[in-house]
């Protein structure tokens, strides 16, 4: 719970490019620093800014803190 609060922390006060906070250990396929899936992490780098955005949305909209 503390590591979602602090990622919650920080996607609502920075932008897309800097949600991760680099604490990647994956539980079910679901990074707990980041929120994102290992899919996710894999491709990032080649979504567009706006792919970025919405995966971000998507994890704030269903991250309940």
Excluded: A, P
Aim: proline share 0%.
């Amino acid at each position: 719970f503390h590591l979602l609060k602090l990622f919650y922390q920080k996607i609502t006060h920075n932008s897309c490019e800097n949600s991760v906070i680099k604490i990647c250990k994956l539980v079910d396929s679901v990074c707990l620093g980041c929120g994102r899936t290992s899919e996710q992490i894999t491709m990032w780098s080649k979504y567009t800014k706006k792919k970025r955005e919405k995966i971000i949305k998507e994890i704030k909209k269903n991250t309940k803190l």
